[in-house]
């Protein structure tokens, strides 16, 4: 992995970004169209999508802040799929110009805007193996303790204790499943205490057990900081 030295930090600072307000439920870059720029997710939360020609919604990926969700634009500039704000999000913008520019310049700050895609798409297969053979309610667990992962390491669910956005409509857009089914998943996992839901609140109070029936080990999340792979839990913070 590439490290960053004080001089790449300070290219990074100087990077030219422009930040913008976006509301839940908006598109930032919508499929088909031509893209000119990257996206930083400074706060809040997005999510990835596609349409089936009928018109179904199959969400393929979410992310979280610090994430950079469409680097893979700086090579396929016609986007695939559409990207948009979960709930209301601060979005940074910054050219492909001056993103190409800096890793010409800055060849680990290169290694680690490809680390971050390696990752992006060893999530992807992470999902593809959970929608294709895990049973519904190993697919939420999953789900479940990938984003308390996900938002631990950048510091937003300390102790198992997170925001999670979501709707059951698009819990079910994501799992492949229907919003009937996430709800009585959910049930059947509160009950069994192993979470806890109030809102947009999460809680994890059972982590080996919510792991174990998610099949969930940490390893394709490929954290820098130190994590008890056989767990999947992090250290205390």
Same mark, same amino acid.
């Given at each position: 992995?590439?490290?960053?030295?004080?001089?790449?930090?300070?290219?990074?600072?100087?990077?030219?970004?422009?930040?913008?307000?976006?509301?839940?439920?908006?598109?930032?870059?919508?499929?088909?169209?031509?893209?000119?720029?990257?996206?930083?997710?400074?706060?809040?939360?997005?999510?990835?999508?596609?349409?089936?020609?009928?018109?179904?919604?199959?969400?393929?990926?979410?992310?979280?802040?610090?994430?950079?969700?469409?680097?893979?634009?700086?090579?396929?500039?016609?986007?695939?799929?559409?990207?948009?704000?979960?709930?209301?999000?601060?979005?940074?913008?910054?050219?492909h110009e001056?993103?190409? !520019?800096?890793? %010409?310049?800055?060849?680990?700050? /290169?290694? +680690?805007?490809?680390? @971050?895609?390696?990752? &992006?798409?060893?999530? =992807?297969?992470?999902?593809?193996?959970?929608?294709?053979?895990?049973?519904?309610t190993s697919?939420?667990?999953?789900?479940?303790?990938?984003?308390?992962?996900?938002?631990?390491?950048?510091?937003?669910?300390?102790?198992?204790?997170?925001?999670i956005p979501?709707?059951?409509?698009?819990?079910?857009?994501?799992?492949?499943?229907?919003?009937?089914?996430?709800?009585?998943?959910?049930?059947?996992?509160?009950?069994?205490?192993?979470?806890?839901?109030?809102? !947009?609140?999460? %809680?994890?109070?059972?982590?080996? /057990?919510? +792991?174990?029936?998610? @099949?969930?080990?940490? &390893?394709?999340?490929? =954290?820098?900081?130190?994590?008890?792979?056989?767990?999947?839990?992090?250290?205390?913070?």
């Amino acid at each position: 992995m590439a490290d960053l030295n004080d001089d790449d930090r300070e290219a990074l600072a100087r990077l030219p970004i422009l930040v913008r307000e976006v509301g839940a439920g908006v598109d930032i870059v919508s499929e088909g169209q031509h893209v000119t720029q990257c996206c930083i997710l400074i706060d809040g939360f997005t999510h990835r999508y596609r349409h089936t020609f009928e018109g179904k919604r199959q969400i393929i990926a979410f992310h979280v802040p610090g994430d950079i969700p469409d680097l893979h634009s700086l090579h396929i500039n016609i986007m695939d799929h559409s990207f948009a704000a979960t709930t209301r999000s601060l979005i940074g913008f910054v050219s492909h110009e001056a993103v190409w !520019s800096l890793c %010409v310049s800055h060849p680990n700050i /290169a290694a +680690a805007l490809w680390l @971050e895609t390696l990752i &992006d798409g060893a999530i =992807f297969r992470e999902w593809i193996v959970g929608l294709g053979r895990l049973s519904g309610t190993s697919r939420t667990a999953h789900l479940l303790c990938e984003l308390a992962m996900r938002l631990r390491s950048v510091g937003l669910s300390p102790e198992n204790v997170y925001r999670i956005p979501l709707t059951q409509h698009e819990l079910a857009d994501a799992l492949g499943l229907t919003v009937v089914t996430v709800n009585r998943v959910l049930q059947e996992l509160k009950l069994k205490g192993l979470i806890e839901r109030e809102r !947009s609140r999460m %809680v994890i109070k059972n982590w080996p /057990a919510l +792991a174990r029936i998610g @099949e969930f080990n940490a &390893d394709y999340l490929h =954290f820098r900081i130190g994590v008890d792979m056989a767990s999947g839990d992090l250290p205390a913070t």
